[in-house]
C-alpha cells in the first residue's frame, strides 16, 4: 500500500515500490524509479532518469535528478543512481551524469546528506559518506566509504576523496585527499590521520600505529615521494589500510595529491 497526499503529482512513466509515502506538493517525474519504502516529505522534486533505493528518506524542498549545472550539457540522456537507506535532508541537490564523465551520477547506500548539500554531475559516492550542511562537490568528485566533507566545504571537480577521510568545516579542496587523512583550510592542506574517525569505526591500537608511522615516512621532506612510496610499500607490504594509501597516491589522477604543511609534516 502506497501513500500518495492528493497534492502530488506522479507523472505516467513514473515506477514506485510497495510501502513508498509521497508527500504534499512532490513531483515524481515520468522516468524516476522509488524503490520499497522510499519517503518524499513535503515539496520533493525527483526528475530525470533516476532510481531511488529502498528506504531512502528525503526531506521537504529537496531537488534530485534534474539538469546538470554543467555548461556542456546538451541534452543527452543520463542517469542518477542512488542506493537504499540513504537521509536526504532539506534543499539538497543532486544532478545526472554527462557524456564527459559516463552519464552517470551514482550514491551508494547509507549515506547522509545534510540541508543545502550538492551533488554535482558524474560524482561516485561509496556507503556511508556524510556531506554536512552546505558541503558542495564539484563535478567528477569521487568520495570513498565513510568520507565525511564538513560545512560549508567545496570540493574542486575530478578530485578523490579516499575512504574514511574527514575534511574539515570551511575547506575549499582542490587536490586529492588519502584514505584516513584529514584536511582543513583554504586551501586545504593534509592536516594528518582522521584517527577520531578510526576509532569510532573500530581500527585497533596496532592498526592506527602502523598508519600513523606510515604517514609520517609517506610526508617526511628526505627524498621523493615516489622513493618514499617504495619504502612504505616495503615495510607495510602486509597492512592493508596503509598499502590502500599507496595504492591511492600511486594511481592515475588528474589532481595532485594534497600535501602537509611543512610544520604538519615534521
Keep these: 500500500m502506497n501513500t500518495i497526499h492528493s497534492t502530488a503529482i506522479i507523472e505516467d512513466g513514473a515506477e514506485l515500490g510497495e510501502n513508498v509515502t509521497v508527500g504534499p506538493y512532490s513531483i515524481v517525474g515520468s522516468q524516476a524509479k522509488l524503490g520499497d519504502g522510499v519517503t518524499l516529505e513535503s515539496h520533493v522534486v525527483v526528475g530525470g532518469d533516476t532510481a531511488i533505493g ?18 556542456k550539457y546538451k541534452g543527452e540522456p543520463s542517469r542518477l543512481e542512488i542506493g537504499c537507506n540513504n537521509v536526504i535532508r532539506e534543499h539538497v541537490t543532486m544532478n545526472p551524469g554527462t557524456e564527459g564523465g559516463g552519464l552517470l551520477t551514482k550514491v551508494g547506500n547509507n549515506c547522509l546528506f545534510m540541508v543545502g548539500a550538492h551533488v554535482a554531475h558524474d560524482c561516485q559516492i561509496s556507503d556511508h559518506a556524510i556531506l ?48 584516513y587523512g584529514t584536511v582543513t583550510g583554504n586551501r586545504a592542506h593534509l592536516s594528518g590521520l582522521n584517527l577520531v574517525g578510526l576509532k569510532r569505526r573500530g581500527f585497533d591500537r596496532e592498526t592506527i600505529h602502523a598508519l600513523r608511522n606510515a604517514y609520517r615516512l609517506l610526508f617526511a621532506q628526505e627524498g621523493t615521494m615516489s622513493e618514499r612510496q617504495q619504502d612504505v610499500a616495503e615495510m607495510f607490504k602486509d597492512n592493508e589500510p596503509v598499502m590502500e594509501i599507496v595504492e591511492f597516491i600511486g594511481s592515475d589522477s588528474s ?3 594534497c600535501q602537509p604543511k611543512m610544520e604538519d609534516a615534521a
Design 54 to 71: 529502498a528506504n531512502t528518506r528525503i526531506f521537504p524542498f529537496a531537488s534530485i535528478g534534474l539538469q546538470p549545472q554543467d555548461l
Design 132 to 179: 554536512v550542511n552546505n558541503a558542495t562537490l564539484a563535478g567528477h568528485v569521487e568520495l570513498g566509504e565513510f568520507a565525511i566533507v564538513g560545512g560549508l566545504s567545496a570540493v574542486h571537480q575530478f578530485v578523490r576523496i579516499g575512504k574514511h577521510a574527514m575534511i574539515g568545516g570551511m575547506s575549499g579542496v582542490e587536490n586529492d585527499v588519502i584514505p
Design 255 to 257: 589532481r595532485s595529491i
